[in-house]
């Protein structure tokens, strides 16, 4: 179950598991959108707010993203913000 909003977990899942070399263009596509979308989601709303499942969900995909791009503990809401210069007061 996810939150309002929010790509399933379980559709997540069932994405990561069909090779990509077996998806069609449109599917990768509609994959990469969704995926964006959500991880802008995952650092627009704070852990508190979310449920249960989602907080874990993101906190893995959190842990993930830093493993693999090795960024820090910013969200891609924080460094969109930075980027715009909107952080400053």
Known sequence: ??????KDFHDKVKESMVP???KS??????????DTGDKFAR????????????EFSD?????HD?????????????KTKHALGMDRH
Do not use: I, Y
């Not at 179950?1 to 929010?6: H, I, K, L, Q, Y």
């Not at 650092?43 to 989602?54: E, F, I, V, W």
């Not at 906190?59 to 842990?63: D, N």
């Open 66 to 78: 830093r493993n693999v791009h090795g960024s820090g503990p910013e969200s891609v809401l924080d």
């Open 43 to 54: 650092g627009a709303q704070p852990d508190h707010q979310k449920s249960t499942g989602q």
């Open 25 to 34: 263009t449109q599917t990768k596509m509609k994959e990469s959108l969704t």
């Open 59 to 63: 906190k893995v995909g959190r842990s």
């Open 1 to 6: 179950m996810s939150d309002a909003g929010r």
């Open 20 to 22: 990509d070399s077996t």
